[in-house]
């Protein structure tokens, strides 16, 4: 009886932080409460969600100009990623870690580079010319450039 209790209270608690999760993306506004940023010296000044995601999963790894894409994530645990994930990749972050743990199964590729802070997001990016990331609207500096993200809306509710 103890254990059927103990295993309900895990089964609420995860769906509330997977509640939770969805309407950290939902929030987000398509990028409302985030930028997503390049080194200054990145030509392209605009892509859509779509083309986002496909660097973030790196399902595309070269830039137009065909430097190497260095995308750069928060760590887990981030709200911010949550929303970024969401909106961008249509995927919890739980859903992208079992995309990545297939990836590096099969021998297809490895996750962007995790960070703890968006003060590494900033310096990360503003280091390598051909990274992209993510911080919170309002925190880009001097060293980085705002990309702009065409059709970005938040995903369906519940969207793995």
């Known amino acids: 009886m103890r254990g059927d209790r103990r295993a309900a209270s895990v089964i609420v608690a995860i769906a509330l932080w997977l509640s939770v999760g969805a309407t950290a993306g939902e929030t987000a506004g398509g990028t409302g409460d985030y930028s997503v940023i390049v080194h200054p010296s990145n030509s392209v000044g605009a892509m859509s969600r779509a083309q986002l995601s496909d660097l973030f999963l790196r399902r595309a790894t070269r830039w137009g100009n065909g430097q190497r894409v260095l ?80 059709d970005a809306e938040p995903a369906a509710s519940g969207t793995p």
């Open 71 to 150: 995308p750069v994530n928060l760590v887990a645990q981030s709200s911010l990623r949550e929303a970024f994930s969401q909106t961008i990749n249509r995927k919890s972050v739980a859903a992208e870690r079992a995309y990545w743990q297939r990836q590096i199964f099969t021998g297809r590729g490895v996750p962007p580079v995790e960070v703890a802070s968006e003060e590494d997001v900033l310096a990360y990016v503003a280091k390598n010319p051909g990274a992209v990331g993510y911080v919170s609207r309002g925190r880009i500096t001097a060293e980085v450039r705002e990309l702009e993200i065409r």
